[in-house]
């Protein structure tokens, strides 16, 4: 055949990118296998916020000066403990972009009882006396059923709490429904959940459990520099087979990180 009758070369397509592959637990809540109860150390998460009396903004500037000075210190003091305690703290405010609360605080520790010795220390100051709690989330750290199915995604448990400028809290509670699909069903539809987040480099996930310990079945936190990826990924997970199995997810919470006297100013 002459080149002239040389059929002409197609361009390549460019490749698709492939969804990674999975292992699906067959028995993820261990009732067939009875599995032994899990007694590893874990770490516990506290989502504490705190909302201002109008009441303290009228008071002589000198002593709000000196009640936010005290409530500093104590904030800051609690995590003056040995290393092995493990105690972590990140710091929120939420002026203006939640009507019901002023500030956040994101602790860590492996102790349940370290989240009430912090709060005792808050109590003990006098602007303490100007604070209420409209929310306070409790959970625990544990390996996702789901995600580290994901080939070479390793089986690390340790959170990087506070990573970006923005935090996006919120309770998050599955339907009924979702516990008597099949393992099969739950992973696929979690692996197209996962495949959509793809492309979202710019958000971090940290979730963890509240089975028993809180009303919500899970606190789910994203980390992220940017708000719009956020509000984008957000859109597009609604699109997922999985979101029908949402029960609720609100109230959601934008924080903004800031140190405790950044917090301190926005209050007063």
Known sequence: MSDEHAPESQPTPPARPQRPKMMVDLDPSGQVTQRDPDRAQRQYLNYAFYKLDASFRRLPRDEQEDMKRELQQAIEGWTNAPAEKGLIVRTYSTVGTRAEADFMLWRIAFDLADFQEAQARINRTRMGGY?????????????????????????????????GRYLF???????????????????????????????????????????????????????????????DLVGRLRYTEASLYTLSDTPMYTCIKKDVAGILNDLA
Do not use: C
């Open 169 to 231: 809290v919120y309770p998050f509670v599955k339907t009924r429904a979702w516990y008597d699909l099949s393992p099969h069903a739950r992973q696929g539809m979690m692996d197209e959940h996962i495949y959509a987040s793809g492309p979202f480099k710019g958000v971090r996930l940290n979730t963890s459990y509240s089975y028993g310990i809180d009303d919500q079945e899970f606190i789910v936190a994203f980390d992220s520099e940017y708000p719009q990826e956020f509000v």
């Open 131 to 163: 604070l209420t709690q409209p929310r306070n989330f409790i959970s625990m750290q544990k390996r996702s059923q789901y995600v580290n199915r994901i080939e070479g995604s390793g089986h690390g448990l340790e959170l990087l709490p506070g990573q």
